[in-house]
Structures are given as structure tokens and as C-alpha cells.
């Protein structure tokens, strides 16, 4: 799938919910999916900086694909990394460098954040998009 498919069911998705507590239980959920990051990239190496939770990431280029894994010591910060990473990984550097990300802004989930959650969130996006601006480097 595209990042555009997966944004655009991810947009679908929190749709279906008619209150914020949904949409919250419904990222606890995801964060349960999360590919998990291996014990040994649980590192100082591999935290984001700017988030108030620890965030761990760690990519790898799997066919000129990007593939990340996380975890996250806090579950609704763990949902936020789930949906990052369900958009962005197993797709091309070009594609994460070049992607928006005002679907965050669709479903509502900077507004609905504390202002240090919202202020991680950007963290992470710029993370990844780092980890993606690396392998592209290496592509070229």
C-alpha cells in the first residue's frame, strides 16, 4: 500500500468513532500492534528527543524499503508511534521525505494532545523522516 492508502484508511478509521475517549482506547489499541523494536536498540542511541515519554526507534532498509520498530513506555504514546509507523515503514526514503502528514491534523490528534505530547509527536515525525533522509543518501 501507498502512504496515501494507509493515511486514507487510517482517516477512515477514526471516523467510525464518535468521541475522543474512543479514539484514545482505539490507539492503546494499536500501540498492542506495534512492531516491536528489539531489546538491544532500547538505547539512549535510539530515544526521540522532545518527548515527555521514552521512545524508542529503530529503522532498516529491507529492499530499498524503510522498516521501523518501536516501543514506548507509555501507551498512548506507544499508539501515536503505531500509527506513524504503520504510514511510514515498508515504503521508499523518497516517499517518507516527500510525505505530509496533515492527516495527524484530519483526525484531530495534535488538538487533542497535551502540548508536550503534541510537541513529541513532531519528534517522532521528524525522527523518522531523518532515518528516511539517511537511507535515501545511501541510495543515491
Excluded at 45 to 71: L, P, R
Amino acid at each position: 500500500m501507498t502512504i496515501t492508502e494507509i493515511k486514507n484508511d487510517i482517516l477512515e478509521e477514526f471516523a467510525m468513532f464518535d468521541d475522543w475517549e474512543e479514539r484514545y482506547q482505539y490507539m492503546i489499541d494499536l500501540g498492542k500492534t506495534l512492531p516491536l523494536i528489539d531489546e538491544r536498540y532500547k538505547t539512549e542511541d535510539h530515544i526521540i528527543k522532545g518527548c515527555q515519554s521514552k521512545v524508542w526507534v529503530h529503522a532498516d532498509m529491507n529492499e530499498d524499503k524503510v522498516v521501523f520498530t518501536a516501543d514506548s513506555d507509555a501507551i498512548i504514546t506507544k499508539g501515536i508511534i503505531a500509527i506513524l509507523i504503520r504510514v511510514f515503514s515498508n515504503q521508499h526514503p523518497k516517499d517518507i521525505i516527500e510525505a505530509d502528514t496533515n492527516f495527524i491534523d484530519e483526525i484531530g490528534l495534535k488538538e487533542h494532545l497535551s502540548p508536550t505530547r503534541a510537541n513529541g509527536l513532531v519528534s517522532m515525525i521528524k525522527q523518522l523522516k531523518m532515518y528516511a533522509i539517511a537511507y535515501q543518501t545511501q541510495l543515491n
